[in-house]
């Protein structure tokens, strides 16, 4: 069984004392012990921000890319090393906001990846600006007068694209919100967790707020309901439900065919291709006159 200790990182914390991506931290920590991951079989990507500060903090690998550009980089990870349980871990900015059309073509694709957002609604590495996800209304250092739009609603649109995994959990719950990250690990193709995280620096809800307003799913829920889980995922003003809202049978992943090819091998490790296989390929894309 992998010990716990077995992710703890050497490198310096920087997020603000109490911060709840601790709990998120814990919770992943916690899901990858119960799913028996050993740090070399486990890549997490991220881009930037401060939820994208979370891959130095777990011993594994690690790349930490460009804002809003996780998604392509995981996918181009996962289908050149299957054989790693490959995690996007990143905020509410960078996947929705930069990264939103990754998202949006990684619902088409169902790549074998697990994204875990930080969701605390605001931009809090650059100090307080309105994220994709700010209510309207709500001030900022930026929107003097109120946020003027609507905000996304990203798990819905989500399920409505039939992501195959859809979840919201709470920084607030490790416990609970291990179980989700489990269950997005193991699950075959795309998850999007959804993680209601306060910024206690620059957010405008506080965590004993958040506490007063996060309800568990319905135990009756059907997730292979679309209608339902879309209803569960749209927010509203009162309680927001936190667990798996939607899942659909596993799907062909993205580049399986790829993957049925060369199998569980690091692409660094197939054969190379023989000549005569690429001058035929080639071939198809010359330009014949008629």
């Not at 749209?234 to 667990?243: I, M």
Request: hydrophobic share 40%.
């Amino acid at each position: 069984m992998t010990a716990f200790d077995a992710y703890k990182s050497l490198v310096e914390n920087q997020w603000c004392p109490g911060c709840p991506n601790f709990g998120i931290l814990t919770a992943l920590k916690k899901a990858l012990v119960t799913l028996d991951k050993l740090p070399h079989e486990v890549c997490l990507v991220s881009g930037i921000g401060q939820a994208a500060k979370t891959p130095h903090y777990l011993s594994c690998h690690v790349f930490n890319g460009l804002h809003g550009r996780a998604i392509p980089a995981a996918i181009g990870i996962h289908v050149a090393n299957p054989a790693l349980t490959t995690l996007v871990t990143s905020g509410d900015g960078c996947v929705y906001g930069e990264g939103g059309n990754h998202l949006l073509h990684a619902f088409r694709r169902n790549p074998d990846l697990t994204v875990l957002v930080h969701d605390n609604r605001i931009y809090a590495l650059t100090k307080g600006q309105g994220s994709p996800t700010t209510r309207r209304g709500v001030k900022t250092r930026l929107q003097f007068d109120g946020v003027q739009i609507d905000p996304s609603q990203m798990l819905a649109t989500a399920i409505v694209h039939d992501c195959s995994f859809v979840a919201r959990g709470f920084a607030g719950d490790i416990e609970g919100l291990a179980s989700i990250l489990v269950r997005a690990i193991g699950h075959r193709g795309l998850s999007l967790v959804d993680i209601l995280q306060p910024c206690i620096t620059w957010g405008h809800w506080s965590m004993d707020q958040w506490k007063d307003h996060v309800i568990t799913v319905p135990s009756d829920h059907d997730p292979t309901d679309r209608a339902a889980a879309v209803s569960l995922a749209l927010e509203t003003d009162g309680a927001v439900p936190v667990g798996v809202l939607y899942e659909t049978a596993p799907r062909e992943p993205f580049a399986s065919s790829y993957r049925a090819r060369v199998g569980s091998r690091p692409m660094a490790e197939t054969p190379p291709i023989e000549r005569t296989a690429v001058e035929k390929r080639l071939s198809r894309f010359e330009i014949r006159e008629t």
